[in-house]
């Protein structure tokens, strides 16, 4: 009899108890506790499974978490229900973005705007993918529309700012976020952005140095510095100059450069770089390098950017002139990492035609930091000394190299590669530098 007195008084307190609620689940929301709003936005969904509005804010809350394949399956399930629901097309377009598929995500936002052009939300979405995908001009056409329209929309400054602030202009970011900031003053992440465009300028200088050394001591360590400095003359060009000081073979050599880099279009950028070298004992006296980079496509809802690259180099020695060329694909993915194929045709200083390869991978898991990781294959070593393009030895390596960027004003990076060739001991080379703006 108990037992029964105890289950029937358990299953009254179940009845009396209150299921989840709209207003309960939307303020978890809002507060930011994921975790809780999923939970109660489910409920609500097992409750009412055909409630397009309920999918709508569940798979929104599921996106913000970062649970991105949850969010696309609820948010897909809602347009079955609603095919037209424009917050719910919206929402599946941001959870694409967020996830890095920015061809499946500016297919959505397309399709939007040119159905309802009057729609700020996609427009500025749709400028904001544009410039994730460096399609920069088309960026700031899209948000300063939006401005022209609107001029204190707030996620179209920031999202101007971020164009600039993506092509290292930091200064021209600067009224953007300022503007953004007057607009919405209590907005911490535009506090952020602002803060951290406060110290950059149009200079930047890298700098660095670096060590290679050989197991087993079969040879002495090598070692050297080196230093860049370019100026932002506009948009899309600058200038720069570069020393470095390496020691090798118990020698040492300063090399001298200087470059122009510009971007002639969001699809086609070059650079052109002299370097000398007085009284050379390993490197190359003079040295001309041209680099090429053309996308060939713009991506899909299917497939990102393409881009097609191109370098060549001629290094004047002591005993003759060594040509080399590059070409090869970059392929971007859906998940902010590219893949990239290059060949080598070089004709070394015994007038020989040599070739090789090297594969790389690019990541990008946020906006302030990237790696990067490949393996190299060829009669070329990394180090391009005199020594290595007369021997003609099979040179393989591996390399990979983290950059983080704690401001626009400062940033770290190292490097670091392993090395061998046939016939001679292996060489492991270690890289540290910064980037400064001001």
């Not at 202009?169 to 907005?187: K, V």
């Not at 950059?200 to 001591?217: K, V």
């Amino acid at each position: 009899m108990k037992r029964l007195l105890c289950a029937a008084s358990l299953l009254l307190a179940l009845a009396r108890a209150p299921g989840a609620t709209e207003p309960e689940a939307f303020a978890a929301k809002q507060a930011g506790d994921y975790p809780r709003a999923i939970a109660l936005y489910r409920e609500l969904v097992a409750a009412d499974p055909d409630n397009a509005g309920l999918l709508f804010q569940l798979g929104t809350v599921q996106g913000w978490a970062g649970r991105y394949d949850e969010a696309l399956a609820t948010l897909e399930r809602g347009l079955a229900l609603a095919p037209r629901d424009l917050d719910l097309r919206l929402a599946r377009g941001r959870v694409l973005a967020w996830s890095g598929q920015l061809g499946r995500a500016e297919a959505v936002f397309r399709e939007i705007v040119r159905a309802d052009p009057a729609n700020l939300d996609a427009r500025n979405m749709l400028g904001r993918v544009q410039a994730w995908t460096r399609q920069f001009a088309a960026a700031e056409r899209t948000f300063d529309a939006i401005l022209a329209q609107d001029p204190a929309n707030t996620d179209a400054l920031v999202g101007r700012g971020d164009v600039e602030k993506l092509q290292e202009r930091p200064d021209a970011a600067r009224p953007y976020y300022e503007r953004a900031a007057a607009t919405d003053p209590q907005a911490s992440e535009i506090r952020r952005r602002l803060a951290g465009v406060r110290r950059a300028g149009r200079w930047r200088l890298d700098a660095g140095a670096g060590a290679s050394t050989f197991p087993g001591d079969v040879r002495e360590d090598w070692s050297g510095w080196d230093a860049a400095l370019r100026y932002a003359i506009d948009k899309r060009t600058g200038a720069s100059v570069a020393v470095e000081q390496a020691e090798r073979f118990g020698l040492t050599d300063w090399l001298y450069s200087a470059g122009v880099d510009r971007r002639f279009s969001d699809d086609f950028s070059g650079t052109a770089l002299a370097s000398f070298t007085p009284d050379a004992d390993f490197l190359a006296r003079r040295t001309l390098a041209l680099t090429g980079a053309w996308r060939a496509r713009r991506g899909d809802d299917r497939l990102p950017p393409t881009l097609l690259l191109a370098e060549y180099k001629a290094a004047t020695y002591d005993p003759g002139t060594a040509h080399s060329a590059w070409l090869g694909v970059t392929q971007y993915t859906t998940h902010r990492v590219a893949v990239t194929a290059k060949t080598l045709v070089s004709r070394n200083l015994n007038d020989r035609w040599t070739g090789g390869w090297q594969l790389r991978l690019d990541g990008e898991p946020a906006d302030h930091w990237r790696w990067h990781l490949g393996y190299a294959d060829s009669k070329e070593s990394l180090s391009s000394t005199v020594f290595d393009l007369i021997r003609e030895l099979r040179t393989r390596a591996v390399f990979a190299g983290w950059f983080y960027e704690f401001s626009p004003a400062f940033a770290i990076r190292l490097d670091a590669a392993h090395e061998w060739a046939d016939g001679l001991p292996d060489r492991n080379a270690f890289h540290a530098g910064f980037t400064t703006r001001f």
